[in-house]
């Protein structure tokens, strides 16, 4: 029966997701070799600079973007949009690659008389492969689940389809039908990743003695590159905030409430504070497990809990939705719903930091603890949760952070009367009341900076799982 | 206290603070709370019960979404559901309701307050509010005289990408009900059809109007009162459209009615039936009719803003608003591939 209308968002959601994926790889590549490998002015600015556009999140960019120019609702304007929004994903993982690359290869290569152009498809490109696969697919998973930047910008996919059924008929069977096709397109994704990395492995005999690398000089193509670069910024970054900054302008003129601005503001803080803390409690034993109980159960944990994050938020808060409604009347429209969501969506984001930081702490200590006569619960409490803090607290501000900005399992699970940053931002700017919206945008690009700054020094561990 | 026994102890905290925080937001069931689900205009519904909570000591909280999300919603909850009254932007959503058996009698006192157009036959629920169909043109983009004489015109080929709708909006939805009582199954689709080649979906009417008024699209399907409201704020978004009225008892003059009703599952039945006829009383209406929601007042001798034309000079068709069929109508709606 729906048959059409499958095809036509297919159509929508197939050609936007390469788009993007190649746009951002150009982008995300050639802006990494730029701050990475060659002599371009200012290298230590510019990555802070490319990284910053993660601060404003989609939704607030496209409303950057279309408050100014209202004719951006085509294929070229989505395409736009998007791709400034998430080229730091593959931008961030390719200068991770582009600095851990032993420059020995590219030396040999260049010695045996390759021009510099073949060394970067023949040499390095093949090297950066995982990084920017793994880049790609955040960005393609991101958008297969991205509702509110498309919605603004008019560009029908499966997930803001799912969300007009869902305002059409609650949670009918045209909405789940949807939503089914939108998980396969998401496990779809996964599958090829795995495939298209591959089993060819890239890693040397020997680490070799990381050294500094000597840049490429660009000599007469330094301004060119400069005018690249400054371009992208400028897109990525000035516009949003220039607009913002306007709007905020006229907001200001129309009567900010202050009060209500506040009680949201407040009541966002305290639902992402929950949620990260329950989300970071649930990572602890999964993480813990993978690495110190390495086997097929433990790692059985940890990927079931990656099919979560695959998964777009209007799908799981769907499925949350019936489930309460059915099983746990008493739960249902209430806060440990919308915090049982929110864990399921970024439970892996804490479960990667949090890994990382048991692979760190090396278990000697909590032997030496226990040969000293400390029990278990006195070694979890004086030896392992103060080595593993650090994880744990970056994983936390993760979750945090992903939770101030989280839109479409928020509308859909959120209690009567309560409103969060994104929906207040949300329900004011779908109503074309751009001024009121801006002050709610605002709170939210200030929130999501500091983590912005965290992921810029630390290029290594990347945004990727 | 150890280091760690300090952090520790500053996380529990952080943990119990932020859950007695987040708990704040949840739904209080006090004895004279009532939860309404509404699907009205914030704006319109707060200021029409301004002074109800100081005038009967019975506190409202207010779930605002969409007509249809509430309708099937509540459905779907059931005998659970925590709504006590239902308010709608239009009747299809609420007509669902009736049909199955999930809304309460209203008292009959309450029913004679609104003219007989504007309600059903049923008396299971009330209009409180009305607004007319209408077209938004854009004068520099078409003449007047180029409109179309009947709004089922606009699935004519020649209307290709020239109008726009807002699909997904419970409006468009009620209006397309409408087209299918006047019109009957097979029309109706075929019109839904022509539409889907000649429309460009819009997010809400709102975006309509500033689609029109900037020459993006040179018509577009609506309600009266977004280009009035508009108006009445210097014309901030749509100061080059005009609005044209079908009249003629063409489905494009169709009025449609927003309604209350009282849940059956409701055990706030004696509030709730307050709360409905204090919305469909005088001071509410002349509330309704003295503010800037620029919607028809329904209420028996209440005039509605003068800024309006008067709704019985608008050629509106008859249907009865107890029997819009909006499950049809999304059916319908999805077979064309317009959701």
Excluded at chain 1, 62 to 79: E, F, K, M, R, V
Excluded at chain 1, 127 to 153: I, K, Y
Excluded at chain 2, 86 to 94: D, G, K, V, W, Y
């Amino acid at each position: 029966m729906l048959r059409p209308r499958v095809g036509e968002l297919l159509w929508n959601t197939t050609r936007l997701v390469l788009g993007t994926v190649a746009v951002c790889a150009v982008l995300g590549v050639g802006a990494a070799w730029l701050v990475e490998r060659s002599s371009v002015p200012g290298r230590r600015l510019w990555h802070v600079l490319l990284v910053a556009p993660l601060a404003v999140p989609a939704f607030v960019n496209s409303y950057a973007w279309i408050s100014l120019l209202p004719g951006l609702d085509t294929y070229a304007g989505a395409l736009l949009v998007v791709s400034l929004s998430y080229f730091p994903f593959v931008y961030l993982p390719a200068v991770a690659a582009f600095r851990g690359l032993d420059p020995a290869l590219e030396e040999t290569a260049r010695g045996l008389g390759l021009s510099g152009w073949a060394v970067f498809r023949r040499v390095q490109l093949p090297q950066l492969r995982v990084a920017v696969l793994g880049g790609s697919l955040l960005v393609a998973l991101h958008l297969l689940a991205e509702f509110g930047a498309l919605q603004m910008l008019r560009y029908p996919t499966f997930t803001t389809a799912i969300y007009d059924q869902y305002r059409s008929t609650f949670n009918g069977p045209g909405a789940t039908m949807l939503a089914g096709v939108l998980v396969l397109l998401c496990l779809l994704l996964l599958l090829a990743e795995l495939r298209l990395r591959g089993s060819r492995g890239y890693a040397g005999s020997g680490r070799g003695a990381a050294r500094p690398v000597r840049p490429v000089a660009l000599r007469g193509w330094t301004a060119p590159a400069l005018l690249v670069l400054a371009a992208l910024v400028g897109l990525a970054l000035l516009v949003p905030l220039g607009s913002l900054a306007y709007w905020l302008g006229s907001g200001a003129s129309a009567g900010l409430d202050g009060a209500d601005l506040a009680v949201t503001t407040g009541s966002t803080l305290a639902l992402a504070a929950a949620a990260a803390a329950l989300t970071t409690a649930m990572a602890l034993p999964v993480g813990w497990l993978a690495v110190r109980a390495r086997g097929r159960i433990a790692t059985l944990l940890e990927r079931a809990a990656y099919v979560g994050s695959s998964v777009p938020g209007i799908v799981v808060a769907l499925a949350l939705v019936t489930l309460s409604i059915r099983a746990t009347p008493w739960l249902y429209q209430t806060v440990p719903v919308l915090l049982a969501a929110y864990a399921i969506l970024f439970l892996p984001r804490a479960i990667v930091t949090v890994r990382a930081a048991v692979e760190q702490s090396p278990p000697l200590y909590d032997d030496v603890a226990a040969s000293l006569g400390s029990s278990g619960a006195d070694r979890l409490r004086r030896v392992t949760l103060p080595l593993l803090a650090p994880g744990l607290g970056a994983g936390a501000a993760l979750v945090f952070l992903a939770v101030v900005t989280e839109l479409t399992a928020t509308l859909l699970l959120a209690p009567t009367g309560t409103a969060t940053l994104a929906t207040a931002f949300w329900s004011a700017s779908s109503a074309l009341e751009y001024g009121a919206a801006a002050p709610y945008a605002l709170v939210m690009v200030l929130l999501s900076a500091p983590a912005t700054v965290l992921l810029s020094r630390d290029t290594r561990r990347g945004l990727t799982p | 206290m150890t280091r760690s026994g300090r952090a520790a102890a500053g996380v529990v905290s952080t943990l119990v603070l932020a859950t007695a925080l987040a708990g704040c937001g949840s739904a209080g069931s006090d004895a004279d709370t009532l939860t309404v689900y509404s699907a009205q205009h914030e704006s319109l519904v707060r200021t029409m019960l301004e002074d109800f909570t100081e005038e009967t000591g019975i506190e409202l909280e207010f779930r605002d979404a969409n007509d249809s999300e509430l309708a099937n919603q509540i459905i779907e909850e059931g005998e659970a559901s925590p709504a006590d009254v239902f308010l709608t932007e239009n009747s299809p959503a609420i007509g669902v309701l009736d049909r199955e058996g999930l809304l309460a009698p209203l008292e009959q006192s309450t029913l004679d307050q609104v003219g007989e157009a504007y309600r059903p036959s049923s008396g299971n629920w009330v209009g409180f509010a009305a607004r007319s169909t209408a077209l938004i043109y854009n004068p520099s983009e078409i003449p007047e005289e180029e409109l179309p004489a009947s709004m089922l015109d606009l699935a004519d080929p020649a209307w290709e990408g020239r109008v726009a709708i807002a699909a997904g909006g419970a409006d468009f939805q009620a209006i397309v009900s409408a087209v299918l009582a006047l019109e009957g199954e097979d029309a109706t689709r075929e019109w839904l059809a022509g539409l889907q080649r000649n429309a460009e979906i819009y997010a809400s009417n709102t975006a309509i109007m500033k689609a029109v008024d900037e020459g993006e699209v040179p018509v577009g399907i609506t309600y009266h009162y977004y280009w009035f409201r508009d108006q009445a704020e210097n014309g901030l978004i749509g100061d080059d459209a005009r609005l044209h009225y079908f009249g003629n008892q063409d489905p494009g003059a169709f009025v449609s009615v927003s309604g209350a009703g009282v849940l059956a599952s409701s055990d706030k039945k004696e509030q709730a039936q307050r709360l409905v006829a204090y919305l469909t009383a005088a001071k509410a209406q002349e509330q309704l009719a003295g503010s800037k929601a620029l919607e028809y007042a329904v209420g028996t001798g209440t005039a509605s803003a003068s800024d309006l034309p008067p709704l019985e000079e608008l050629g509106a068709p008859v249907v009865d608003p107890g029997g819009l069929d909006a499950p049809k109508v999304t059916e319908l709606m999805q077979e064309a591939g317009l959701l």
